[in-house]
């Protein structure tokens, strides 16, 4: 089946910006997502990127996509205590497929 | 009041025990997910349903059982619980737009002894 890969911990500064990286293997795509889950809570869609963009900023948010590699990030700048969470990568294939899930980046931000 | 509700948020039972976890959604949403949570093991898919009459396995469903009642309700079961399934389940919902987001409900911490 299709796999999504992250790497599973990230420490960054305060202040600093974070980058968190995933590849994924499925070539058919549709839509690739960020979603963040904070301590004690579900998962909530950060955001989202369709295939045929290569990038998506949403205020502190990047999101580049290189579908060649199959490689997608996000950039938080600036990133706050708050930012502190883990933050799963999720591909949707064609048709009615369930999305894929990475394991999931851990970001702690130290003060 | 939360779009995407689970019942009970904790539980602490012993192996072979017969348990349900159910989910309630009023964002009139027809596709509903079950996903159990382990550290370092991610999200894996346990069972979905596009629509009443509709279930598939999912990644994990060996164990496990749904049941949906209704467009707003999901149910999970563990027939004879054991102690592998302690773990962290969601609950999901999906409009079917073809955008794909997904909505959670805020988990079910369960314990089997």
């Known amino acids: 089946g299709e796999d999504v890969e992250q790497s599973l911990f990230l420490s960054v500064r305060e202040g600093d910006s974070s980058v968190i990286n995933c590849t994924y293997t499925d070539s058919s795509s549709t839509y690739l997502y960020w979603y963040k889950q904070e301590p004690g809570a579900g998962l909530q869609l950060l955001t989202y990127?369709?295939?045929?963009?290569d990038m998506k900023q949403d205020q502190r948010l990047t999101v580049l996509l290189n579908k060649k590699d199959k490689h997608l990030s996000l950039r938080i700048a600036d990133t706050q205590t708050g930012d502190s969470a883990i933050y799963f990568c999720a591909e949707k294939g064609t048709g009615n497929t369930p999305l894929v899930f990475g394991k999931g980046t851990r970001l702690s931000v130290i003060a | 009041d939360a779009d995407v509700t689970q019942t009970p948020r904790n539980r602490i039972t012993k192996t072979g025990k017969r348990i349900m976890l159910e989910c309630s959604q009023t964002k009139g949403h027809d596709r509903m997910y079950w996903y159990r949570q382990d550290p370092g093991l991610g999200l894996r898919l346990i069972y979905y349903?596009?629509?009443?009459?509709?279930?598939n396995k999912g990644e994990i469903s060996d164990g496990y059982s749904v049941s949906r009642q209704a467009q707003a309700k999901f149910s999970l079961s563990l027939e004879s619980a054991i102690p592998n399934q302690t773990a962290l389940y969601f609950c999901a919902t999906d409009p079917g737009t073809g955008l794909g987001e997904q909505f959670f409900g805020p988990g079910t911490r369960l314990t089997v002894l």
């Open positions: 990127i369709f295939s045929n963009m």
């Open positions: 349903s596009f629509d009443v009459k509709d279930i």
